[in-house]
């Protein structure tokens, strides 16, 4: 059986708003200056990881929930093709949470690859897998050399975007994760007094086939 591995908690960007309390903030950037980075959208989804043999949210001993329903009827589909030992991390959208989609390409939107020895793989290397499995990336908003002024203009619809989430463009290990991975979330981002998983299923809405 697979090794599970709860997927760990991301540091905020020092000019993020939306950290909560128990958040961590990174106090230095320094280890991301010049370094090839990739800006993709920070998705309103549950954190999920698919394995060979299984799947789980960001608790390892995720229950079950009507959410998870079809999120599990893909890894029925690709779960024998994924390599022993490695695992496939993304956001699963089905359910509405604080914001609304309605045009997603997929309700799996993956953001990372490890292998078998714990290694993120490149976004490139990321790319090329997740293609051969007909997977869906998360959206790319921006790549190439990190410049914190750069960064710091991004703009994204908060009406419509929970924010973003820088990543080194190469491969990096799980025990490296937090000088590889930051991320920016609006102000308030929950905005529910009553968690998702406890409100009626809404389903996000899928792009009308061309």
């Avoid at 599990?72 to 609304?100: D, M, T, V």
């Avoid at 981002?189 to 998983?197: E, K, N, P």
């Amino acid at each position: 059986m697979d090794t599970r591995v709860k997927y760990p908690r991301t540091p905020h960007l020092p000019w993020s708003p939306g950290a909560s309390r128990d958040d961590v903030y990174l106090a230095d950037i320094s280890h991301f200056i010049g370094k090839h980075v990739v800006i993709t959208e920070k998705m309103d989804g549950e954190n999920t990881s698919l394995y060979r043999h299984g799947l789980h949210a960001r608790s390892l001993d995720s229950r079950h929930h009507p959410s998870r329903d079809w999120v599990k009827a893909l890894h029925a589909q690709i779960g024998y093709r994924i390599p022993a030992g490695w695992r496939i991390c993304g956001e699963n959208c089905f359910a509405q949470h604080s914001i609304g989609y309605h045009n997603l390409d997929s309700y799996f939107l993956a953001f990372s690859v490890w292998n078998e020895y714990n290694l993120c793989l490149s976004w490139r290397e990321t790319q090329d897998f997740l293609h051969k499995l007909g997977l869906t990336p998360v959206p790319v908003i921006f790549e190439g050399l990190f410049d914190a002024e750069t960064v710091q203009q991004i703009r994204v619809d908060t009406r419509a975007s929970e924010g973003y989430v820088v990543r080194s463009a190469g491969e990096f290990a799980f025990a490296d994760f937090a000088n590889n991975i930051a991320k920016w979330v609006r102000s308030h981002h929950v905005q529910s007094q009553q968690h998702w998983m406890h409100q009626v299923i809404k389903a996000n809405g899928l792009r009308s086939p061309s």
